[in-house]
T-cell receptor
Framework: ETGVTQTPRHLVMGMTNKKSLKCEQHLGHNAMYWYKQSAKKPLELMFVYNFKEQTENNSVPSRFSPECPNSSHLFLHLHTLQPEDSALYLC????????????FGSGTRLTVV | AQSVTQPDIHITVSEGASLELRCNYSYGATPYLFWYVQSPGQGLQLLLKYFSGDTLVQGIKGFEAEFKRSQSSFNLRKPSVHWSDAAEYFCAVGASGTYKYIFGTGTRLKVLA
């Protein structure tokens, strides 16, 4: 399988639940990103990993916890979310940080009830 | 302040007609500019990018964009729109050595048969 794969595609969770989003890339890229896409708002960069090391946390609340065990996999652990966290969460990768031209996954549509 | 503006939230064109989507930016450094397309339920796909050189850049799916520094614009064009081009289009700006790309809020394109 090629490209960036995100699972699950859809997720409904209660505010007290704990869940995880998974992202996998088979492109040999060194940088991976989590973005949040909400209706009528620009994409919000959440986290950046370069060679498995977190290089950016864009003031994201601690109820979102990223994990990057290797350059091919990225997780976003979720706990005690709020309804306003409902959004499309997009994973992206690039060859290196700063060179642009991201490859995005199809996203996980998260609904917090 | 750094920003990207896509003035048109929605655009409707007839199939076979020409298309121009507007993008204006405000950025302190020499910008890297991108156009992405997002089909319903999908992630973003890179259409084209401008780093330097020829100000008219060609992309995939028959799209092109022109960088006009004097107008701080990077408009996307296509001579003849196909029904499959119906999607949301995002302009983004960044700079060399940074992964903090700023995205516009998008333009949703509707194509009439």
């Amino acid at each position: 399988e090629t490209g960036v794969t995100q699972t699950p595609r859809h997720l409904v969770m209660g505010m007290t639940n704990k869940k995880s989003l998974k992202c996998e890339q088979h492109l040999g890229h060194n940088a991976m990103y989590w973005y949040k896409q909400s209706a009528k708002k620009p994409l919000e960069l959440m986290f950046v990993y370069n060679f498995k090391e977190q290089t950016e946390n864009n003031s994201v609340p601690s109820r979102f916890s990223p994990e990057c065990p290797n350059s091919s996999h990225l997780f976003l652990h979720l706990h005690t979310l709020q309804p306003e966290d409902s959004a499309l969460y997009l994973c992206a990768s690039s060859q290196d940080v700063g060179l642009g031209g991201y490859t995005f996954g199809s996203g996980t549509r998260l609904t917090v009830v | 302040a750094q920003s990207v503006t896509q003035p048109d939230i929605h655009i409707t064109v007839s199939e076979g007609a020409s298309l121009e989507l507007r993008c204006n930016y405000s950025y302190g450094a020499t910008p890297y500019l991108f156009w992405y397309v997002q089909s319903p339920g999908q992630g973003l796909q890179l259409l084209l990018k401008y780093f330097s050189g020829d100000t008219l850049v060609q992309g995939i799916k028959g799209f092109e964009a022109e960088f006009k520094r004097s107008q701080s614009s990077f408009n996307l064009r296509k001579p003849s729109v196909h029904w499959s081009d119906a999607a949301e289009y995002f302009c983004a700006v960044g700079a060399s050595g940074t992964y903090k790309y700023i995205f516009g809020t998008g333009t949703r394109l509707k194509v009439l048969a």
